[in-house]
């Protein structure tokens, strides 16, 4: 296409270990500058743009992009496919290759994975991957950091290790919805010697090409990445457990169905303690959060880092743009 020489971001399948440790160290890096120490890097991205092309609502990608852009000093405009003509006057193609003549980056959040490779084919900017069907890179990313700042040893700086001392030997369990949030999870983990557990209500288990990339990385990278058939088996020797919604957004419909097919999935400390957790467990979640896939006990108890690491996509997001904007390449170190 016409853009073979500008880096994207669709999933962080194309990434090495380095470039993904650089990210979560660039990231961690700007939360210091401007928290601490009170910085505003805008002298790095005068004048640029960032399109937000959103056909599905946001309240943390959104609001991350829009600040991140805002602290580099570029300017960020959400385009909501309500509100521009994409879909019902023009191709993807066409908005595609008019929004890349004039913005420097475009951040897109759809519905089907593919919209987001006839990104990449027709953008001459690079295109960052704000949640498809099949992955949510920009999440993962949040993940990972909020787990090696928690995993960092008392008095030492998170930046001087790698993911891969904080975080190898560990395990992380899924129990819940075979969706994005955990196919991203699935084909990430093993690039820093994570162990995955997974458990999914019969027909809502992950997708076989999904599984297949993920046991490839996982042989890659000698670790487990077990599909399981109980939730104790996922969360037994688990150091973090992990759950989404039950419904994703665009699967409103079949939420009679799956409020039936999900019934004992519910994450709980009674589910934790049964199913054989380490006992300085800790849990994720990406948000929006509803009672049903995790009760109020475990979501806002202390071993629940659901907002660091909501606050977390905002470093994160800052950090991809800093790589695909200002280094205009993914750096290794
Ligand atoms: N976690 C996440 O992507 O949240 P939003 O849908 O609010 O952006
Ligand atoms: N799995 C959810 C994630 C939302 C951030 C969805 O796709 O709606």
Redesign the pocket.
Known sequence: GVSSKVPHFATLYDLNPAQINTLVKTAIRYKNEVKVQGKKPTHLLPGSSVALLFS?RSTR?RVATETASNLLGAKAMYLASTDIQLGVNESLQDTTRVLSSMVDCIVARVNSHQEIEDLVKYSSVPVINA?S?KF?PT?ILADLMTLHETYTPQGKDPQSLNLQDTLGGRKVAWVG?G???LYSLMITLPKFGVDVGVSTPKGYDPRADIVQMAQGEAKKYNTKMDIVNSTAEAIKDSDVIVT??WI???QEEEKADRLRAFSGYQVTQKMIAEGGAKSDWKFLH???RKSEEVDDDVFYSNRSLVFPEAENRKWTIMAVLDALLVHKKFPEN
Request: proline share 6%; glycine share 6%; net charge negative.
């Open positions: 599905k990608t949640l069907d949510h999440q919805d969706n994005n949030v989404d919604t994703s957004m665009g990406c948000l929006p």
